[in-house]
């Protein structure tokens, strides 16, 4: 196995386990971005985001994809968007790998947080970052406005 930051040339196999988690999380027709458009995004001249993937024989069999954002309380931070791993692949520690790749990203950027969310039901996720020293936290709400929302906005 290889851990090693994307290429342009990986962008099909990213998609493709970008939609493998949507299907795993129960939102199968949610994924709206293209292989173009994350090839755009990811590897333009102000790249949105950085992606890691695990290789094994010439196959990209996962990824996690990170973006910088800015706290108020902490200044920047890494935020996790996505870490998959192929099914067939789960359980030989290639999640971990992901993980460290990240969290050692996140030290070399001087991030004081790195965050992310995860499914209440995907106990076996929640196990997996909890090990790693993790915190859940159940007392806040993540607050999604879709574009629905966004071209309904209330101004009042």
């Given at each position: 196995?290889?851990?090693?930051?994307?290429?342009?040339?990986?962008?099909?196999?990213?998609?493709?386990?970008?939609?493998?988690?949507?299907?795993?999380?129960?939102?199968?027709?949610?994924?709206?971005?293209?292989e173009a458009y994350l090839i755009n995004?990811?590897?333009?001249?102000?790249?949105?985001?950085?992606?890691?993937?695990?290789?094994?024989?010439?196959?990209?069999?996962?990824?996690?994809?990170?973006?910088?954002?800015?706290?108020?309380?902490?200044?920047?931070?890494?935020?996790?968007?996505?870490?998959?791993?192929?099914?067939?692949?789960?359980?030989?520690?290639?999640?971990?790998?992901?993980?460290?790749?990240?969290?050692?990203?996140?030290?070399?950027?001087?991030v004081k947080r790195i965050s992310w969310?995860?499914?209440?039901?995907?106990?076996?996720?929640?196990?997996?970052?909890?090990?790693?020293?993790?915190?859940?936290?159940?007392?806040?709400?993540?607050?999604?406005?879709?574009?629905?929302?966004?071209?309904?906005?209330?101004?009042?």
């Amino acid at each position: 196995m290889n851990i090693r930051e994307a290429k342009v040339t990986d962008m099909k196999s990213v998609l493709n386990l970008i939609t493998e988690l949507a299907v795993f999380e129960k939102e199968p027709d949610a994924v709206e971005v293209t292989e173009a458009y994350l090839i755009n995004a990811g590897f333009s001249k102000n790249p949105e985001f950085k992606c890691f993937v695990a290789e094994v024989s010439n196959e990209i069999i996962g990824m996690a994809l990170v973006f910088t954002r800015f706290s108020t309380w902490k200044g920047t931070v890494l935020h996790l968007e996505d870490l998959i791993v192929n099914q067939k692949f789960r359980g030989q520690g290639i999640g971990a790998a992901l993980l460290d790749s990240v969290v050692n990203y996140g030290k070399c950027l001087g991030v004081k947080r790195i965050s992310w969310e995860v499914l209440d039901w995907n106990t076996d996720a929640i196990k997996f970052y909890q090990q790693r020293g993790a915190n859940i936290l159940d007392t806040w709400r993540v607050v999604h406005l879709n574009e629905n929302g966004i071209n309904n906005y209330n101004t009042q």
